[in-house]
């Protein structure tokens, strides 16, 4: 039956990346439905990382807390081994005593101190989900578990979609103007959408064999967050998912030879035992997820009114902490966009750099995890850590290229990946302290919303564009490359649009002047060449800065 309920975007998928946009969109105040097949959350754990742009997405959501404390059982697992099984692989490891981070961990403050306030954090996906889902819900969204999908009709100028209910059958069909598809890799609405995808290369089938085992005493004082396991008949990597009693082994298989029928619990159990070569623990399957790591990603994340993010959009292997946390990107970056052109304060064009920004994104992400994941392969004698030094390994470095970013002469010529975050347009902002107590880093200032930031000259220059302004100060002005009076408008998620590197000159009517021209008139002409009309604030108000004003 037709309902007649609207939704403005209704969005498929109940995992993490359907739920971060489910809270993303109440942040921006856009009213929307999410359906997902299952009746919870996924109870089997999957990913086990999110990089630092992930964690600095859920700070801006109000969720980073109760996502590091869902990570709290990881938080000392680390490093990566090989052996023929899990004691002799630890058994030249020395205990540590410290029971804090060690400094060289990927996940410690000093190692994304210059670059952001957070840093990313290993959680499992079936302990940080249902925190997702319970912020949801106490957010105005509508969020409905165990309902399918079953039909799609674009319309003129919305979307039909049919709905049932799983238990009892009960359809429904609702309208929405956008539709967000969050259906993971096994999603059908690609297919059904025709929207082709390019892929690389293949990275083998695999059994997750999720397990209960006893290890706390083996691996107290060191452990691990994977062993990869190379043995005669049996290859795979040993991952820890709460570094005392729950496992998981990635068992590689040959799907031109066997099935993931072929291997029984009593098969699976006695191939762990061979892999932990602990005598007297007796491993007990939980559950059996056959999975393939492969490269994939859709050539077009735009299908009409049907946006593509996640494992939707694209595959990888789970090697650098990307998969997860590039879709939580995705949504992100879609969000405050769908949100515009809903507002009136854009059209349609903009909705078109979601392709422009994010495929590249995608496509970059794809690669890296895939060179990981070759390196990681058992039996590989090659390292496969990235360069942690730089921006990009923890998702800090992408540079995006559309028409919602304004780039000066030389600029347009630099790549997707940015080596550094020294507020080039389309980067993301640089990070610093803007109190005393460095509880208000620069990205906390927009808030989901547009802001310039500036020395007090550009105040009156923001006021008139209908912007907001802060002052971060000479450390940030370092930082983003404007010199002691230029400034960077910066987008809802964080990246630049613009950048002026000129100094305006403070007069007694505070009309600052950068040369011979006008600030207020270089702010009003690159507002002119974005994608959007209208007032371009929502009126939602940053964190206060100490010593300077935020004026909505």
């Not at 929405?176 to 598809?181: E, F, K, Q, R, V």
């Not at 809903?342 to 064009?349: F, I, V």
């Not at 389309?426 to 906390?444: F, Q, Y």
């Amino acid at each position: 039956m037709h309902t007649g309920k609207h939704y403005p975007v209704l969005v498929v998928g109940g995992g993490i990346v359907g739920l971060t946009a489910s809270l993303a969109l109440s942040h921006h105040g856009i009213p929307s439905l999410l359906v997902e097949a299952h009746p919870g959350t996924h109870d089997h754990p999957r990913a086990r990382s999110l990089n630092a742009r992930a964690m600095e997405i859920f700070r801006e959501l109000g969720v980073a807390d109760a996502v590091h404390e869902a990570g709290a059982p990881l938080a000392r697992a680390e490093g990566l081994h090989r052996g023929p099984d899990l004691a002799t692989a630890l058994a030249d490891i020395p205990r540590r005593t410290n029971p804090g981070d060690r400094p060289g961990s990927i996940f410690a403050p000093a190692a994304m101190a210059r670059w952001s306030p957070t840093t990313g954090r290993r959680a499992t996906l079936d302990a940080v989900e249902p925190v997702l889902l319970a912020a949801a819900r106490r957010r105005p969204a509508e969020i409905r578990f165990g309902t399918l999908r079953t039909g799609l009709r674009h319309g003129g100028d919305h979307l039909a979609v049919d709905l049932a209910d799983a238990a009892i059958g009960a359809t429904e069909t609702v309208t929405a103007d956008y539709l967000i598809a969050a259906d993971g890799a096994g999603g059908a609405l690609r297919h059904e959408l025709g929207v082709s995808s390019t892929y690389g290369a293949g990275h083998g089938h695999q059994l997750n064999i999720l397990f209960r085992a006893d290890l706390e005493q083996l691996v107290r004082g060191r452990e691990f967050s994977v062993v990869l396991i190379s043995r005669p008949g049996v290859r795979g990597m040993l991952t820890a998912i709460d570094a005392r009693t729950r496992w998981a082994f990635h068992l590689r298989y040959d799907p031109a030879v066997e099935s993931p029928a072929d291997y029984p619990p009593g098969r699976c159990e006695q191939i762990l035992r061979d892999v932990l070569g602990v005598p007297g623990v007796a491993p007990e399957v939980v559950s059996v997820l056959p999975w393939e790591a492969r490269e994939r990603t859709l050539d077009r994340l735009r299908a009409g009114r049907v946006f593509f993010a996640g494992d939707a959009a694209h595959q990888m292997p789970p090697a650098g902490a990307r998969g997860a946390s590039t879709g939580i990107a995705d949504v992100h970056n879609l969000v405050w966009k769908l949100g515009a052109v809903l507002g009136g304060r854009a059209d349609e064009t903009l909705l078109d750099t979601y392709q422009d920004e994010r495929h590249p994104a995608a496509v970059h992400a794809v690669a890296a995890s895939g060179a990981n994941a070759r390196a990681m392969t058992p039996g590989s004698a090659a390292s496969p850590d990235p360069d942690w030094s730089a921006p990009a390994a923890h998702g800090l470095g992408d540079r995006y290229r559309s028409a919602a970013v304004l780039t000066g002469a030389g600029e347009d010529r630099a790549g997707p990946v940015a080596t550094a975050l020294d507020g080039g347009p389309g980067t993301r902002l640089p990070h610093a302290w803007t109190d005393a107590a460095r509880s208000v880093s620069t990205l906390d200032l927009s808030a989901g919303d547009w802001i310039l930031l500036g020395p007090p000259a550009w105040r009156l220059p923001a006021d008139t564009a209908g912007l907001r302004h802060a002052d971060p100060g000479p450390e940030f002005a370092a930082l983003a490359g404007t010199g002691p009076g230029g400034a960077v408008l910066v987008r809802p998620d964080g990246h630049i649009a613009w950048r002026s590197t000129d100094r305006p000159t403070d007069r007694p009517t505070d009309r600052p002047t950068v040369g011979a021209a006008d600030p207020a008139a270089a702010v009003a002409a690159a507002l002119r060449r974005l994608p959007f009309h209208g007032r371009h604030g929502t009126h939602r108000r940053a964190p206060g800065l100490a010593g300077s004003e935020v004026h909505p």
